[in-house]
């Protein structure tokens, strides 16, 4: 009920304008794969003169695809085949939420607390502006938490079916929950049967992945992000140290490639502590308040009740496994943040256990918001300024009607994921100083429709990263127009591939737009 209560809330958030422009270049593949899946497809042919046609995170060959793994893709995919793949994010956001209040009411949190769980999760603004969007951590982190409150139960089954399903979204957060579900069943003592039966789903989804290898790279032991790895940046993935580069990279995607290699090879054991105080710098930022942490901390004390054993070796485990992997963007620890939510709620639970008005002990939280900041018009004192109201409202209605209240209270909370408004994970103004060009190249794109175009696109490396390269339906359907990377000379050889195209060359720099035929007159110049 609280589930479906989030997600109609959070559906509201479909009525609201919004054009869920991406803001890195690996949602490109992302909504690339999910059109894919949509039609019926799990990847599409090799492109003709594949160098054309390459992209951050898609591969040309053997087959037209994204790199990753099929579950965030095939979650988006029916959104997709609607014309709204952003409704996924939205709708996972919302459930997060929802979970992470029926978690810590599981183990025995006072409402107003799982409450504050809820509205920690949703008001954090690093949470708002990397989860909901079209990256994978929104799938992962949703079945992740769906695993815990089935352990919780004992619904085993249903359990490791979700973390089957992380398995095929993002493995590390798998291989985390798997160990917090071993985790739960050694505290519970559970018989070896309950073992097995807990393992036969997870077995299926390993099955699936090496069936959609082999349908994909052409091996099941090579995922796409291995061979992607092997074709353009063997760094790009777990390891310490410098890496050889490969013989041949694409002018358009060097810059990206160097820098990963920069990465890896500044990424060694002797660097190890630095780089694990600087993620868990990181992580803590995800919180309204950092000074929530010792919260967490506290609440490892209830690490005996299953939710938050659960919970604690999901973000320990994660945390450990991705310092194996020399990224460090700040959305990398998007699938720690639910969990550690759970810990910050489980603290208070421990430390006031009994206590007669757990909400005092919102008060004091948000006081401490509030003296911790002294601009409190920003978006960093939103999330002091909505718990303070969640109180106030509390304090005064909870006796009048209890029941109606706590689901009052936990809308509230949910409500926070549709203040997005124009596009998915906005906060308050634009993300990234090329949302602009973003905006402007897909009202390009809408308007050469009619023309049945060929594409070719021109622009400094920065450029080129940052705009849309992917080609849905290529191949198999018409899609309008192909979009290409200009070659120069070479985007003769690409036209003859497509005599029925107009072939059109965007110089995104100067933003105009000019056909590959005399006369060399401008078609269009915003």
């Known amino acids: 009920m609280v589930f479906g209560a989030a997600a109609a809330i959070a559906g509201f958030g479909s009525l609201l304008p919004r054009r869920a422009l991406p803001f890195v270049n690996d949602e490109y593949a992302y909504l690339l794969q999910a059109d894919t899946f949509a039609h019926g497809r799990l990847s599409l042919p090799p492109p003709p003169l594949f160098e054309f046609f390459e992209a951050p995170h898609v591969l040309v060959t053997p087959r037209y695809m994204a790199k990753y793994l099929p579950g965030n893709a095939f979650a988006i ?93 993002r493995p590390y957060t798998a291989l985390a929950c798997a160990l917090a579900l071993g985790a739960v069943l050694l505290t519970r003592r559970e018989p070896l049967r309950a073992w097995l039966a807990a393992g036969a789903p997870l077995a299926a989804s390993v099955l699936l992945l090496f069936g959609f290898n082999a349908a994909t790279t052409g091996s099941w032991r090579t995922t796409g992000w291995q061979l992607y790895a092997g074709q353009y940046s063997p760094g790009d993935g777990p390891g310490f140290g410098a890496v050889s580069p490969p013989a041949r990279r694409p002018a358009h995607l060097a810059s990206m490639l160097e820098q990963y290699d920069r990465d890896r090879g500044r990424y060694t054991p002797a660097a190890l502590p630095r780089h694990a105080l600087f993620r868990l710098d990181q992580l803590l930022d995800y919180f309204p308040l950092r000074a929530l ?160 175009a060929l594409l070719f696109v021109s622009g400094t490396p920065a450029q080129m990263l940052e705009l849309p390269l992917t080609n849905p339906g290529l191949g198999v359907r018409d899609p309008e127009p192909i979009v290409a990377v200009d070659l120069g000379p070479r985007d003769a050889d690409l036209i003859k591939q497509y005599p029925d195209r107009r072939a059109l060359r965007l110089d995104v720099g100067a933003w105009t737009v000019r056909a590959l035929a005399p006369p060399m007159n401008v078609l269009h110049n915003p």
């Open 293 to 452: 942490a010792v919260l967490a901390l506290l609440g490892l004390l209830a690490a005996a009740e299953p939710a938050v054993a659960f919970a604690a070796v999901w973000v320990l485990a994660l945390f450990a496994l991705n310092l194996t992997f020399w990224a460090e963007a700040p959305q990398y620890h998007g699938d720690e943040y639910a969990p550690l939510v759970l810990l910050a709620v489980a603290g208070p639970h421990v430390a006031f256990r009994g206590a007669p008005r757990p909400a005092m002990l919102l008060g004091v939280l948000v006081g401490l918001q509030l003296a911790f900041y002294g601009f409190f018009w920003s978006f960093s004192a939103l999330p002091a300024i909505a718990l303070l109201a969640l109180l106030v409202t509390l304090v005064v209605a909870r006796r009048r009607a209890p029941e109606l209240l706590r689901w009052a209270a936990v809308a509230v909370a949910i409500a926070a994921c549709v203040q997005m408004p124009y596009r998915v994970a906005e906060v308050g103004a634009a993300r990234s100083s090329y949302d602009a060009i973003r905006s402007r190249y897909a009202d390009l794109l809408a308007s050469l429709r009619p023309n049945h």
């Open 77 to 169: 995919a029916p959104f997709a085949a609607l014309g709204a793949p952003w409704l996924w994010p939205l709708l996972a956001f919302g459930g997060c939420a929802a979970l992470v209040f029926v978690a810590a009411r599981q183990f025995g949190a006072a409402w107003p607390l799982a409450v504050f769980g809820a509205a920690a999760f949703t008001l954090s603004s690093r949470n708002l502006l990397f989860f909901p969007t079209f990256l994978s951590h929104c799938t992962s982190t949703l079945a992740g938490l769906g695993a815990l409150v089935l352990a919780t139960r004992r619904r085993y089954l249903a359990a490791t079916a979700c973390i089957g399903l992380v398995l095929l979204t």
